[in-house]
Every structure is written in C-alpha cells, then in structure tokens.
C-alpha cells in the first residue's frame, strides 16, 4: 500500500515551522514597522485544522473569544484602535506633509534628475530584488548586486527583504482568501493601502518558509539593521548629496528624500491593487491577477500579473518584445556581464498550455449559453410505423437516424420549399451529407435544435457535421485515386 503524505506536516514543511526558523517579524520599533509578531506565530496543525484560511472559527483558538479590532464597524470610538499608526505617518503623514513643502521650495532641476535616479534605484531594487530575486527565486545574482537591492530597497520604506518576502510568498500561498495579506477581494483601497494603515487580524495569521533567504548574509545584515539602513537610504543620503553637491539641503530631504520614497511606495501598491483590479486574464480567471500595460508602465513592468501568479519563478513579467517590462531587461543585462546567472523561465509549451486551458474555458462557458438541441440519450424512440404515421402532418424526415421537425422551417429553407418537400417522411442522411448539397456549420447546428425522437434500431449519427466531413473526404480520396 502506497503511503498518503500526511498534510500536517507537508504545511509545516511549507510554513517553515518543522525547523528552526529565526522570527520574522523583528522586535522593538522595527518589528512594528513591518508587521506584528501574531501574523507569523502559527502552527502547522492550525494552518491544516483551519478552513478557507480562517481561524476564527476553530474551537478552542486564542483568537475565538476575542473581538478584534478589524471585526468591530468603523466609528469615531473605533478608528483610534483599528488604525496602524505607524504605518499611518511612514505611509500617509510623511507624504502628505512632502506635498504641501513641494508648493513651498524652490525647484532645482539637479534635485529632480538626483530624485529620478534614486526613485529608479530603489523602484528596480524592489521588483528585481525584493520581489523576483529573493522572494521567487527566478534568479541569482552576485553579492554587489544584492547589497545594491538591500541598501535602495530599504529606502523605499517597505520593509526589509526577509519581511517583504515572507509577505509575498503568503500571499502567492493564499491569493484571495483571508490569510491574503493584500485580499483584492476586500476591494482595491484595503489592496492599494488599507492593509497597510489598518491593523490586520491574527486570526487570518500566516506563514511561509523563508529559509532559503535566510541562508544569505545580505538579507539577515539589512533585517538586522534596517531601521538605520532605511533612514539613511530613504531620506539622508539624497539630502547630503543634493546639499554638498548644489547647496540644496532641504529640496534633497523634500523631493529626492520624501517624495521619491512616497511615489515607490504607491507605484508598489499598484501591484497589490492595480494588477488584481484592471485588464485581461489569459491564463487562468479563477483568481484575481490581471494583465495590463498601464499597470506595466506604472509599476517597472509587474503589470503581466496573470501571467506572473501561474509561472511566479519566471524572471520574466512580459513575454513578447514589444511589452514594457524594465525589471526583465535589467535581470538580463545583468546576466549578460556576469552579475546575474541562473535565470528560470517556463518552457513556451507550458506557457501555451495554459492559454490554451484558459481559452477552452471561456469557449465551455459561451458554449454552455447556448442552444445545442436535445442529446440523442434524451429523445425518446418512435418505431418506424409511429414515424410514418406522423411524418406528413407534422412535416418529419430522418437524418443519422434521428427524426426532425422540418415543417416550420420549409418556408425558411435557403435550398428553397420544393427541396424539403421532397424529403418529408423519408431518410435525407445521404442527401443531406452531400448527396445532393455539402451543409454549412451552422446548417448542421440549427438541425440539432429540431431533433424530436430517434428510430428504433437504427444506426444513430449525433455529429452530422463529422459524418458529412468523413464523406467529404471519402470521395475525395476516390477522385484522386
């Protein structure tokens, strides 16, 4: 007898949790920043015990007597307490205050180029590095490069790669279900920002095994010092740069500092919002991920979402040429001088496979919408002498073996009245099948929807349109012969 794989401890497996796994929320202010530590502390019993990734019902939970914060409707004696306040000023309050100084300082064109560059840094350090490098592994990349995700991701103030990553691959793990960190179904402003500015729900809590990123000094040094890493990344350095270059100490904090970190920060979100919100679903409409080229050109080519959660250790986003994907060209000019190697990609016949299952889906369901006739197992069957008796009044004739009501269409008949006529109460198989004229496609449809009955003990043809082709191609072959 061949052994089951026990599902508890395959989800400790995948969680991480069947060994020793630093934590991966951080404590003190940090840890706040990036979450809090009741999200990750989960079992792999309670992930399998749970049902539609949702704690709050299993008896017995820590969590079953508690009414948390996101439960309770949102009034003036609750926002205080469900609002993460933390995330509420690095997210919210220190962009909205960059803004009004924006109408406040002077402009200077080399703060701008000096904040264009820096929000490219660390926009490519988040979806080349945070995103395909560490949290799919869709690549390898040498240690200089690393350190330059580690060093100007941290400045867009998302987060540290181990946390943004373990985020990440939950969600992957959990697309559209309550342990989502980013739920699209909750609508797109708790996608885009809510599940930042609130306070999430550890009754939804959840964990992915991060060992893998854990293995590499970069990520374990950045999440060990973060805190300083993003200070001096985010708002420091382009503030030193912009002052000691060209005397702009506070355009360098306001514009290359706070408004560049605030921009990466949306552009990112539009991940989470965007890209489950808006465009088409090539592969695979049971989940939400869309593909589209605004959210491509918003985001540094993570628009091809669809495409990205069916083959998620692809290093590419966009498939064809002529699709705005930055982060892949970038992966692969680093691969082109040695900076980058081990560069996955599926194979194009699975990449087709799965537009093909995804087109046959929507052909079923346009299919299923319409009228096809009455299956041959669902016509009752008539004797030949219960067919003659009824044949001329009710205007009959049979084709495959099946009996059809003809009458109300002779008037409409493209081959004329007299033609049909001819053909009541008698077989039309030969004729109809290219006896007399080859029928169209849509000929052999519509006389499906006029089935009324089948003939006892004969030979039943269901598919005319298959039958007349296999004629068709018969005489063919005897021409040529």
Same mark, same amino acid.
């Given at each position: ?5 026990? &599902?508890?401890?395959?989800n400790? $497996? ?7 796994? #630093? @934590?991966? /929320?951080?404590? +003190? =202010? ?63 309050? &220190?962009?909205?205050?960059g803004? $009004? ?7 200077? #064109? @080399?703060? /701008?180029?000096? +904040? =264009? ?35 100007f ?5 998302e ?15 959990y ?39 854990m ?45 560049k ?26 989940r ?11 985001t540094f080519?993570?628009?091809?979402h ?57 052909l ?10 009455a ?35 002779i ?21 109809f ?11 052999h ?37």
């Amino acid at each position: 007898m061949v052994e089951t794989v026990d &599902i508890t401890s395959l989800n400790a $497996v995948a969680a991480g949790t069947n060994k020793a796994t #630093p @934590r991966i /929320v951080a404590s +003190g =202010f940090g840890g706040r920043l990036m979450g809090t530590s009741d999200m990750v502390k989960v079992t792999a019993e309670e992930i399998t015990q749970t049902n539609e990734m949702d704690i709050k019902n299993k008896a017995g939970s820590q969590y079953s007597k508690v009414v948390h914060p996101s439960e309770k409707p949102w009034s003036m004696s609750t926002f205080v307490e469900k609002i993460n306040w933390l995330n509420m000023i690095l997210v919210a309050a &220190i962009p909205l205050y960059g803004f $009004v100084e924006l109408f406040r300082i002077h402009w200077d #064109p @080399r703060t /701008v180029v000096l +904040g =264009f560059i820096l929000y490219v840094f660390s926009g490519l350090s988040i979806t080349a590095g945070y995103h395909r490098l560490y949290a799919h592994k869709a690549y390898d990349a040498a240690l200089p490069v690393r350190m330059f995700f580690a060093f100007f991701g941290a400045g867009a103030i998302e987060g540290s790669i181990k946390w943004w990553g373990h985020s990440h691959r939950v969600h992957h793990r959990y697309t559209d279900t309550a342990r989502d960190p980013y739920d699209a179904r909750q609508g797109f402003w708790y996608s885009h920002m809510g599940w930042m500015l609130t306070k999430p729900n550890p009754k939804n809590k959840a964990r992915a095994d991060i060992s893998d990123m854990m293995a590499d000094p970069v990520v374990v040094f950045q999440h060990k010092h973060y805190m300083y890493l993003m200070l001096f990344s985010a708002f420091i350095l382009p503030t030193i740069i912009a002052g000691l270059g060209w005397g702009d100490w506070y355009g360098g904090f306001i514009i290359a500092g706070v408004l560049k970190s605030c921009i990466i920060q949306q552009v990112t979100f539009c991940v989470n919002s965007l890209a489950h919100w808006i465009g088409v679903q090539p592969f695979d409409d049971r989940r939400s991920p869309r593909d589209h080229v605004l959210t491509a050109l918003v985001t540094f080519g993570e628009g091809y979402h669809n495409f990205h959660h069916e083959f998620p250790s692809d290093y590419r986003n966009a498939l064809k040429w002529y699709q705005y994907d930055p982060t892949k060209v970038v992966i692969w000019t680093l691969s082109k001088v040695g900076l980058a190697y081990n560069l996955k990609m599926f194979s194009q016949n699975a990449i087709e496979q799965g537009l093909v299952q995804q087109q046959q889906k929507k052909l079923d369901r346009m299919k299923a919408k319409l009228n096809w006739g009455a299956t041959v197992d669902e016509l009752p069957v008539w004797t030949r002498d219960e067919f003659d008796a009824r044949a001329k009044d009710e205007g009959l004739l049979i084709i495959g073996g099946i009996i059809h009501k003809v009458g109300p269409f002779i008037n409409e008949h493209p081959g004329g009245k007299a033609l049909i006529k001819a053909t009541i109460g008698k077989d039309a198989t030969k004729a109809f099948s290219g006896g007399v004229y080859y029928h169209s496609n849509a000929a052999h449809n519509l006389l499906k929807s006029m089935r009324v009955a089948v003939i006892k003990d004969a030979e039943v043809t269901s598919n005319t349109f298959d039958a007349q082709n296999f004629l068709e191609q018969k005489e063919k072959a005897n021409a040529t012969n």
